[in-house]
């Protein structure tokens, strides 16, 4: 071996353990997102994004934000734009649209891009925005009547995930405090998280509502490991236990996010439904919060 061909002891050792982290620190990027790519749910701005949409996604980027999550498809469209379009805006404000809600669309079935309506073409156009997930927002009361009604969610979920992985997106489904309440004697999140495939069906768990409906987010992680790869970030008022800038309410967001990697933990949104402040003062406080904590 000549001098060339020789490596030093040092470099050898230096060079090994490397490569042996590499594997460690690509699972700890997985799990452990950073505080540069906070989200926030777009629905917190929606009375400011029906005035101004663009001005509206410029004071969310100043803020810091640099993840959304969208809400409002419909008949493809993004806020009015194509996803082309739309893209293009998000682009320019350095806004990466991770997450997009969507409707069951059993009760109202006109609406188009819903799960029960035109929903390949609605997550053809996620897929084209940049979406990395798809997620049923909510149910309306007139979907959730029975407990019957969410054994037929089993199917319709499964399906609704097979067409979004031909796509090569995940879908979700976000919950209330409505699933946690017992009809005919059964829990119907036992529907929605424990008899879909958890393949083609991850959760995103709102940490207001699972709070709100006296359970551990911890506990849940743990009942279904791997599953919670979405989080909605929203706190709670200490005197009223309405929506508060996180960091600033009851929420013990320290102990939950020390559980990421049981939940499986990918991106998280702050969302903030009602404000009892100027909105962007509040999103800038959660913002200032999140950030501090160092998750």
Request: charged share 30%.
């Amino acid at each position: 071996m000549n001098v060339n061909e020789k490596i030093s002891r040092k470099s050898f050792i230096k060079a090994s353990a490397f490569a042996l982290a590499t594997p460690l620190l690509s699972k700890f990027d997985l799990n452990m997102p950073s505080a540069s790519k906070i989200g926030i749910q777009l629905y917190t701005l929606r009375d400011a994004i029906s005035k101004d949409l663009e001005g509206t996604l410029k004071k969310v980027s100043e803020i810091g934000y640099k993840e959304v999550e969208l809400f409002g498809y419909n008949d493809g469209k993004f806020f009015g734009k194509t996803a082309k379009e739309f893209k293009a805006i998000l682009a320019q404000y350095g806004l990466k649209p991770v997450s997009g809600h969507y409707g069951a669309g059993v009760e109202n079935k006109t609406t188009k891009g819903t799960l029960s309506n035109d929903w390949e073409r609605a997550v053809n156009d996620a897929a084209e925005l940049g979406h990395k997930y798809v997620v049923c927002a909510y149910l309306t009361p007139g979907e959730r009547k029975s407990i019957e009604d969410y054994k037929k969610y089993v199917d319709l979920f499964n399906k609704a995930g097979e067409t979004a992985k031909k796509a090569g997106l995940q879908f979700a489904y976000h919950n209330h405090d409505f699933e946690f309440l017992k009809l005919d004697g059964e829990m119907p999140y036992d529907y929605v998280a424990g008899k879909t495939d958890p393949k083609l069906v991850k959760l995103e768990l709102d940490l207001y509502w699972i709070v709100k409906a006296g359970l551990d987010p911890v506990d849940l992680f743990k009942q279904y490991p791997g599953r919670f790869p979405l989080w909605h970030v929203k706190d709670m008022d200490k005197s009223d236990k309405s929506f508060a800038e996180v960091g600033t309410g009851s929420i013990d967001f320290k102990k939950i996010f020390a559980a990421r990697k049981t939940a499986g933990l990918t991106n998280f949104f702050v969302e903030q439904d009602v404000s009892k402040r100027p909105v962007f003062d509040a999103i800038a406080t959660s913002y200032k919060n999140v950030k501090a904590m160092k998750v």
